[in-house]
């Protein structure tokens, strides 16, 4: 079952770090499906007869500014690269339900001091 879509997203803390699930599996031969396919993807906890999968790759804390000069502190899974293009030039809704507010992120800062 895929869970990480724009409407709902399923954190999990693990001592300093928090993983966005991106699967939920049931059995392990179905979690090792899913890391086979997925090579970031890893099992971050087990419960309750569910096996929960997220990017393990090192997860990073970010600020985002958007053109309107707004900005929002969040934390995303990947490289360097890879957060700059997910971001820059992109258009995300920050506004409030009922209240859309389609902005262009123009720029991103890395706030914490890891190197990945």
Do not use: H
């Not at 087990?46 to 393990?56: C, H, M, N, R, T």
């Amino acid at each position: 079952m895929r869970l990480n879509n724009e409407f709902m997203k399923l954190v999990i803390q693990t001592n300093d770090e928090s993983f966005i699930v991106e699967a939920i599996c049931k059995t392990q031969r179905e979690a090792n499906i899913y890391c086979s396919l997925n090579p970031n993807w890893g099992v971050i906890t087990e419960g309750e007869g569910f096996i929960f999968l997220a990017d393990i790759r090192p997860c990073r804390k970010v600020k985002v500014t958007f053109e309107d000069g707004n900005t929002i502190i969040t934390r995303i899974n990947g490289t360097v690269a890879d957060i700059k293009k997910y971001y820059i030039g992109g258009t995300f809704n920050v506004g409030s339900p009922g209240n859309d507010n389609n902005q262009k992120a123009t720029r991103v800062e890395f706030l914490d001091t890891k190197s990945v």
